[in-house]
């Protein structure tokens, strides 16, 4: 039996909050700086054995809050408590190996994660020899087992190289390779986007048995819905850097509020030739455009957009259990 | 009325390893008849060949790709003509005018260093005579761009200032500014964003409705076919294996694979267990012997493994190639 992943939980507690998140990037030439806010005051928590998805189009700022989290970037503003302690503040070597065995990431496209030329179990025994530095047989029995709960064995993987798997099973090695430090939160950026979609279930499906099971947590980004409904139970809608939308994934799914996340669940694509869409659509300004703008960054394209929208910062509000950035609920 | 068929149309790439050749049969055998106004979407998964398949389709057919077999005719006048018989100047003739292509990047269509202008000139240029440029170049560009609900002012900039989605509206554009008969578009959605994407389909359809020509679209993504398409092929491993109107593909799949194709697609507001098919999908080097899905079919029998089925319409309109539905076996 697998052993309860990151063993000095706390029960029922937060796994992480992040708390007023900001990054502010330079762009442009010397002369002409612009300051593009990729993420503006961003909060929201992580429980024990939740998956929280972080949904938004290209551009929303959804990667940019994870490598922050992953500490692959430095915030601008804001703080991220991990177990209660401040990421950004820490500063012994130990702490932080301590943090990035307990955080493990996985990414979106299977084919770049490994090395062509490097056999695919190289990867699980470096993990183990970086976080856990145990002997060649109590690791081989602790990758066996991560590589047991993705439903493959040490057999299938010894000696071969990445070409001789399909996308689907190079990402559930990602995931085992990611399992080997027995994490208490994954971060998975669009890890189901280059698989194939008769093999995507099978991850999503995963990520739902590793929580029930083995009590992991998911920050699980990405810009699909229908799987993000399906695998999550939480739900933070981001626009332009902005959380505009967020709770329990049914209530922001079913019933949006926000006028941004009406719009885009009526715009995916729904597998059901009976309900096509009906209305048309208007596209927007360029991305850079809309992260300029002053006061809520969707006004430009809002049917309810008012004066105030266009002013002022749009603050939180409580609604029926979800948080909504809009004026309309005011 | 049929516009573009194929016959037994069989395409491999031929790779020479060590003197050895080895056949990659990523079309076998796929006949096809696509009719004049509609919309027919080819589905599956990558390698599945349904890329090779359309680039046969349009022509496009260079080392180590070979058509080793079978044809692809095109209905112009009244007449089919056979792609692969015809000389390369009067294929040149043919493409775009009366068939033409939407690739998956469009950032690889547009020349980056020269306004779109300039290419929706060269491209004109190259199939009609320009005399009076007013006339014959600006005037009908401004007004195809106007009809297809684009800015004028895309004509003015460096691909790299448009954003994905409107440089995959003016790849639309620049396809469609002949007026051909036959779109044949690869993945025009894939990489966009979702509101993005509801634009670029948006656009297929007013083309299509305004044109009243074929529009031939592959993707993986069952979404945009429940959509658009009005006909749905599947293909698995090389070979169509399932064709439908859309509304039976979705509500009345046949083939086991589509089946779990469809059966795996979740939807907001349905939050029950979806599974996937188990395994994943054959090698085109060496595919299994008999049906390509035996392996992950969990009705396959001994049949299965001894025979390949054939591509039979079971009933009106709707063909599948599995033994549950007939024992007819492709020769």
């Not at chain 1, 702490?95 to 695919?120: C, G, H, S, W, Y």
Request: with cysteine; charged share 25%.
């Amino acid at each position: 039996m697998f052993p309860v992943f990151g063993g000095d939980r706390r029960m029922n507690g937060k796994l992480i909050e992040v708390n007023g998140l900001s990054k502010v990037f330079r762009v442009g030439s010397l002369f002409s700086r612009i300051r593009l806010t990729a993420v503006d005051n961003v909060s929201f928590d992580i429980n024990e054995a939740e998956i929280y998805t972080l949904a938004g189009e290209s551009g929303s700022g959804k990667t940019t809050v994870s490598k922050i989290i992953l500490g692959l970037l430095e915030p601008s503003e804001g703080k991220i408590l991990y177990k209660g302690k401040d990421t950004t503040a820490m500063k012994s070597e130990k702490e932080k190996k301590e943090f990035r065995k307990d955080v493990q990431a996985i990414f979106q496209n299977p084919f770049e994660t490994f090395n062509p030329l490097r056999m695919v179990e190289n990867y699980l025994y470096e993990t183990q020899r970086n976080f856990i530095g145990a002997g060649e047989k109590e690791g081989s029995e602790r990758i066996e087992q991560a590589l047991n709960a993705v439903g493959l064995t040490l057999d299938d993987v010894k000696d071969k190289y990445p070409g001789e798997f399909s996308g689907g099973q190079l990402q559930r090695i990602s995931i085992a390779r990611a399992l080997v430090t027995q994490p208490s939160l994954l971060i998975a950026d669009e890890p189901v986007s280059m698989v194939d979609a008769s093999l995507r279930m099978a991850i999503v499906n995963l990520f739902k048995e590793l929580k029930e099971k083995y009590g992991l947590s998911v920050l699980y980004i990405t810009h699909d819905l229908a799987t993000a409904y399906y695998v999550s139970d939480k739900i933070a809608i981001m626009f332009r850097g902005n959380i505009v939308e967020k709770g329990n994934v049914e209530k922001v799914l079913e019933e949006p509020k926000h006028p941004y996340t009406r719009m885009l669940k009526e715009s995916i694509a729904q597998p059901d030739p009976r309900s096509k869409w009906n209305t048309r659509v208007d596209l927007h300004l360029t991305e850079r455009e809309e992260y300029l703008l002053k006061g809520c960054k969707f006004a430009g394209r809002c049917p309810h957009a008012m004066d105030a929208c266009r002013k002022e910062n749009v603050p939180d509000f409580e609604v029926d259990g979800t948080t909504v950035k809009c004026l309309l609920y005011r | 009325m049929t516009i573009l068929n194929t016959e037994r149309l069989k395409a491999y790439y031929i790779i020479d390893v060590l003197g050895e050749k080895r056949y990659v049969k990523a079309v076998d055998n796929v006949n096809l008849e696509i009719n004049q106004n509609e919309i027919y979407g080819i589905a599956g998964e990558s390698g599945c060949g349904k890329t090779t398949l359309i680039k046969t389709l349009f022509g496009m057919v260079e080392p180590p790709l070979n058509v080793t077999d079978g044809k692809v005719n095109y209905k112009i006048g009244s007449e089919f003509v056979d792609i692969f018989s015809i000389d390369s100047k009067r294929m040149r003739e043919i493409r775009w005018e009366y068939v033409s292509y939407i690739p998956q990047g469009s950032m690889s269509v547009l020349n980056p260093v020269q306004k779109v202008r300039y290419t929706f000139e060269h491209f004109i240029k190259a199939h009609r005579k320009i005399k009076n440029r007013d006339e014959d170049f600006i005037k009908p560009v401004e007004s195809h761009l106007a009809a297809l609900g684009l800015p004028i002012q895309v004509l003015d900039s460096y691909p790299h200032q448009l954003s994905g989605g409107m440089r995959q509206r003016v790849t639309v554009a620049l396809a469609t500014v002949l007026q051909p008969k036959i779109i044949i578009a690869d993945e025009p959605t894939t990489a966009l964003d979702v509101v993005m994407q509801r634009g670029v389909i948006q656009l297929l359809k007013d083309v299509q409705s305004s044109l009243k020509n074929t529009i031939i679209l592959v993707t993986h993504d069952m979404g945009i076919h429940a959509n658009i398409a009005d006909r749905i092929g599947i293909m698995y491993a090389g070979k169509m294996i399932e064709e439908a109107s859309a509304e039976e593909i979705f509500e009345n799949p046949m083939h086991p694979y589509t089946q779990y194709l469809i059966g795996s697609l979740p939807k907001i507001g349905d939050k029950s267990y979806k599974t996937s098919a188990p395994g994943s999908p054959p090698s085109l080097m060496n595919p299994p012997e008999g049906c390509r899905f035996y392996p992950r079919c969990n009705r396959a029998t001994d049949d299965c493994k001894a025979a390949i089925p054939k591509l039979i319409e079971i009933e009106p309109g709707h063909k599948v190639a599995c033994f549950l539905y007939s024992g007819v076996i492709e020769e």
